[in-house]
């Protein structure tokens, strides 16, 4: 991280203290939505960080994120439910087995050599499975949904995430900000040109003594882990999940969409990519209330136009772009 800082031209040293000042008063002057809107930026702001670390840093497609995401949530609710355990002291038991569930996933692609797009389409094969299982699972609920309670003695208990939006909005900043200094860290550390090797060209990597499986074994369980946290919070924040809506593969294409829009493969990307995508479709779907129409998938729709458009425009993502223009790009790779 330090490097990377120290890389960094002035003005994008203070554009980014600007920034994080920004997001830190801005629940002084935001009111109950706007923090609504900058909540859901800072979750897919920290979520793509952990899918590009997979992606962009190692060159591994997942299609089926939204099976970390899932286990996490489920883990961390289960254990509140049925035995009083709260999400604090639950994210530790959410972190490894959703880095066992990537562990497997990891091995049993890359030690078969299921590289690629039939990666991806494994990755896709346990998410679903996952769902199916949960759907008929009674301990979580089943397919009725699983609820967690909103009133009472819990809705005040900050300690167990029952705070209002203010709680949740400074959990996703911190969320977000961690997750943009470890992937700082890590893409300048030995296991992220490691990383980069593998991405480029895994068989030069191999010829220069690298352990590819080691490598992307690292990214899967990082990835996992992170997302598994951003799975306790969804659960604690939205206090209500269904197998249907949490493993489903639009879960999974939200979470990859903000890096990248915003470029793959960098440490900004994923938050650019949020503060563009996020508040788009909350607009979009605010217009659409608005003016009366229930349009089922419009924003799905939205979100693919957008996607075209940018990719179209900045093949790269718009980070990469606008880190050039505005005189920002770190002198390192």
């Known amino acids: 991280m330090s490097a990377l800082w120290a890389d960094t031209p002035l003005r994008g040293r203070v554009l980014a203290a600007v920034l994080l000042a920004a997001f830190l008063a801005a629940p002084l002057i935001a009111d109950r939505y706007l923090i609504s809107v900058l909540i859901l930026v800072l979750y897919f702001a920290y979520v793509g960080q952990a899918w590009n670390l997979l992606m962009g840093f190692a060159g591994q497609l997942s299609l089926g994120h939204a099976l970390y995401l899932g286990i996490g949530a489920y883990v961390a609710a289960a254990l509140w439910i049925h035995f009083g355990v709260g999400p604090w002291l639950g994210v530790?038991?959410?972190?490894?087995?959703?880095?066992?569930?990537?562990?497997?996933?990891?091995?049993?692609?890359?030690?078969?050599?299921?590289?690629?797009?039939?990666?991806?389409?494994?990755?896709?094969?346990?998410?679903?499975?996952?769902?199916?299982?949960?759907?008929?699972?009674?301990?979580?609920?089943?397919?009725?949904?699983?609820?967690?309670?909103?009133?009472?003695?819990?809705?005040?208990?900050w300690w167990n995430l029952g705070g209002g939006p203010l709680l949740f909005y400074y959990v996703a900043l911190a969320l977000a900000t961690g997750a943009t200094g470890l992937i700082a860290g890590l893409r300048r550390s030995a296991l992220g040109y490691r990383w980069l090797a593998v991405r480029e060209d895994a068989e030069a990597a191999r010829a220069l003594g690298i352990n590819i499986f080691r490598a992307r074994m690292a990214a899967m369980l990082i990835s996992s882990s992170m997302t598994a946290v951003a799975g306790v919070f969804y659960a604690f924040y939205y206090r209500n999940l269904f197998p249907a809506q949490v493993f489903d593969i639009g879960r999974s294409i939200e979470l990859i969409l903000a890096p990248i829009i915003g470029g793959l493969g960098t440490v900004f990307g994923p938050i650019v990519g949020a503060l563009i995508l996020t508040p788009l479709g909350e607009a979009l779907i605010a217009a659409t209330q608005r003016l009366g129409l229930d349009a089922p998938g419009t924003k799905a729709v939205f979100y693919g136009l957008a996607l075209m458009v940018i990719i179209w425009l900045r093949p790269n993502g718009v980070w990469p772009w606008l880190a050039g223009v505005l005189g920002i790009r770190s002198k390192g790779p």
């Open 92 to 157: 530790f038991a959410a972190i490894p087995i959703a880095a066992l569930g990537g562990a497997f996933i990891g091995w049993l692609g890359w030690r078969f050599s299921i590289e690629g797009v039939y990666f991806a389409l494994l990755t896709i094969a346990f998410a679903e499975f996952t769902r199916i299982g949960f759907d008929h699972w009674d301990f979580t609920g089943a397919s009725a949904g699983f609820f967690l309670p909103i009133g009472g003695e819990a809705a005040a208990q």
